[in-house]
């Protein structure tokens, strides 16, 4: 543009910008055009932009919601919706840095590692959660229906988590709790690593708890299917 020739044009253009006090991921569709002067050289340069980052985000998440829907839609048993659902999530990598779902044992005691993505050996560490000794909340988490969010340095993963797309770990966790479609407890919870570049804000919680909700279904159906399938050999034998 200064070289009074021509001007550029950038869309959606990722600007890590430290706007409001943190870090923050955001994009941004500009344009700079050369001004021309009395000699017709270019006396400076205007600069039109349009703030994305709203729209961007939301696109990136709608585009998530339906690849997980999609990826458990036919919730054949509930290994399979758990493996396939947290599959899915490695599509949002800027989201979703890593995550890992633990399922309740009947009576609510314990609680299992279902699978887990963007973690190394995390099944060695934490095979099994009880509720006497965890080292993450996820009883008060299904307990009391409510996400919660803690420090990564309070947990196992102070040392080991990932870096992901954004080249630094996550430095808040957010546990949320996974419904069973059509009843009051919780099937477990969904321990989420949260963008470093983004504050865990109305629209963010809303995402997570949509994500959850879905898992919840199918993880329900799935259930529902697998004692269908034993009620049926019972009867034949």
């Not at 430290?18 to 500009?30: D, H, I, K, S």
């Not at 609510?108 to 099994?128: H, I, R, Y």
């Not at 199918?218 to 529902?224: E, L, T, V």
């Amino acid at each position: 543009a200064l070289s009074g020739t021509e001007g550029i044009y950038v869309e959606e253009q990722l600007l890590i910008m430290e706007r409001n006090g943190y870090p923050e991921e955001t994009y941004y569709t500009f344009s700079y055009s050369p001004i021309p002067d009395d000699n017709n050289h270019a006396g400076g340069i205007i600069c039109a932009n349009t703030d994305d980052t709203q729209r961007v985000i939301n696109e990136r998440q709608l585009r998530l919601l339906r690849c997980l829907s999609e990826a458990v839609s036919v919730p054949t048993s509930q290994q399979a919706v758990c493996q396939q659902g947290l599959a899915a999530l490695q599509q949002d990598p800027q989201d979703i840095p890593f995550a890992m779902l633990y399922l309740s044992e009947e009576g609510g005691q314990q609680a299992k590692l279902a699978g887990s993505v963007g973690l190394d050996n995390v099944e060695d560490l934490l095979p099994t959660l009880s509720q006497d000794n965890s080292p993450w909340p996820v009883f008060d988490c299904m307990n009391s229906h409510q996400l919660i969010v803690i420090s990564r340095t309070e947990t196992p993963l102070a040392k080991t988590a990932p870096l992901g797309v954004w080249k630094t770990p996550a430095s808040k966790i957010a546990i949320v709790p996974v419904p069973l479609a059509g009843k009051k407890s919780r099937a477990g919870a969904l321990i989420v690593g949260l963008s470093p570049v983004r504050l865990l804000d109305e629209n963010y919680q809303s995402f997570l708890d949509l994500l959850a909700g879905q898992l919840g279904a199918a993880i329900a159906s799935a259930n529902a299917i697998e004692q269908e399938k034993k009620r049926a050999e019972a009867l034949a034998e």
